[in-house]
């Protein structure tokens, strides 16, 4: 296969779980894939164990912080330098925190990582996708009904709750892709969001939102708990199928299209969270810097 031909690939989160099962498969499949990680040991190990199981050595580390719009930015500088096409984007990354966190921007967390990143980190990036077309974007969301406050989306005015941090900042998700598919209309590019369903996953580290709830379920049903493989053949359905070639703006769940919240169902909800989510993923952001100690990765990586 020439080298110009193979598909490229970014993966985000593909140091473990879900990312690192959907970056697996497409190296077995031969593509040039792109691992970010945020941190660099992990997702070095996780690439180098990728490289032994495939055989494919043209796969690429790239390290940042979801959560700081400066380390997004640099992201997408080096995806850019380092790739001249990209025909897949996996906007994978995704995590949950026990109590309200501020990102170096001075955004919630969830949402920062959850949301405006896979927001920012496309926008960034489209030009190459377009200009590399037919590509695909595939946003990895989640099956829970909820609802963002878009009056409140920095969690500033209301008591923080971990999971109902996590589903509205998930559901960005739907509004996003539902707004860019819109948007991209005619460009080649289609996005679809996918839910992977359940699966055992280091949601939140072990001792966030899931993590003692995984802990417990783990110990009692763990064989019953499909692994992250099985999860990653919804999303590979969505970067690979050829059926869905110029289908975009649709959610799926198990090769079939789901019904989104209500919410996000909403056309002009989600031009406002559009809108709403270029005002905080500008380079001037209102919200003060917060300390060192209560910022999204103060503790040690999960």
């Given amino acids: 296969m020439r080298q110009a031909h193979r598909k490229t690939a970014l993966v985000t989160g593909a140091n473990s779980g879900l990312g690192k099962a959907v970056a697996l498969a497409l190296a077995a499949e031969g593509a040039r894939v792109g691992m970010v990680a945020r941190d660099r040991a ?3 190990a ?9 055989g494919n050595v043209d796969l690429h580390l790239f390290v940042a912080d979801l959560a700081d719009q400066t380390s ?3 992201l997408a500088e080096s995806v850019l330098a380092r790739f001249d096409r990209l025909h897949l984007l996996v906007n994978n990354a995704g995590t949950a925190y026990p109590a309200r966190r501020l990102s170096p921007d001075g955004l919630e967390c969830a949402l920062a990582v959850n949301h405006l990143a896979p927001f920012r980190l496309t926008q960034l990036l489209l030009d190459r996708l377009q200009s590399s077309a037919p590509a695909r974007i595939v946003n990895v969301g989640t099956r829970i009904e909820a609802a963002m406050n878009v009056e409140d989306l920095n969690w500033e005015r209301r008591p923080y709750r971990s999971m109902q941090g996590y589903a509205p900042s998930k559901l960005g998700n739907l509004h996003f892709t539902f707004e860019l598919a819109r948007r991209l209309r005619g460009s080649g590019v289609t996005v679809n969001a996918v839910f992977p369903g359940v699966f055992r996953s280091n949601l939140g580290g072990t001792d966030g939102a899931q993590g003692v709830f995984w802990k417990s379920v783990a110990a009692l049903f763990g064989w019953a708990i499909p692994a992250p493989e099985q999860a990653a053949r919804r999303v590979l359905y969505l970067a690979n199928a050829p059926e869905l070639e110029g289908v975009s703006g649709q959610y799926f769940g198990h090769r079939k299209t789901l019904r989104a919240p209500a919410q996000a169902r909403d056309p002009e909800t989600n031009r406002r ?19 060192e100690d209560a910022r999204c990765f103060a503790a040690p990586p999960v």
Avoid at 46 to 54: D, F, K, N, Y
Avoid at 273 to 291: A, F, H, K, M, N
């Fill in 273 to 291: 969270l559009w809108q709403i989510s270029e005002r905080l993923t500008g380079v001037d952001v209102p919200s003060p810097r917060p300390p």
């Fill in 42 to 44: 992990r997702g070095a």
């Fill in 72 to 74: 997004l930015r640099a």
């Fill in 46 to 54: 996780a690439l180098a164990e990728i490289q032994t199981a495939t």
